[in-house]
Nanobody, 122 residues
């Protein structure tokens, strides 16, 4: 059983910064893809940033240059550093990870965290 828990959300002013963390726990052999998604009111969930096991990254155009995704494989934790935040960044941010779990017959499954709310407002 694997759990992903996001943390670090909160209220920030425009132009501010915030760092989100995604801690994976449970029976984990390795984590392949990790990503951050967000969902604003009235909008569909969208991919914000993704990172492969090798460290390759991909960003939505709307956050490129402002957000940085990273991971610490030893800690089974992913991060999203958000700088120069804008009101339109307001959303619930979700962590997603493809986790290889189990020590016997390991298998890969996608897991989601429950989300953390980021509100950018003055």
């Amino acid at each position: 059983q694997v759990q992903l828990v996001e943390s670090g959300g909160g209220l920030v002013q425009p132009g501010g910064s915030l760092r989100l963390s995604c801690a994976a726990s449970g029976s984990i052999f390795s984590i392949n893809h990790m990503g951050w998604y967000r969902q604003a009111p009235g909008k569909e969930r969208e991919l914000v940033a993704a990172i492969t096991s090798g460290g390759s990254t991909n960003y939505a155009d709307s956050v490129k240059g402002r957000f940085t995704i990273s991971r610490d494989n030893a800690k089974n934790t992913g991060y999203l550093q958000m700088n120069s935040l804008k009101p339109e960044d307001t959303a619930v941010y979700y962590c997603n990870a493809e986790v290889v779990s189990g020590s016997y017959s390991p298998h890969a499954m996608a897991y989601w965290g429950k989300g953390t709310l980021v509100t950018v407002s003055s």
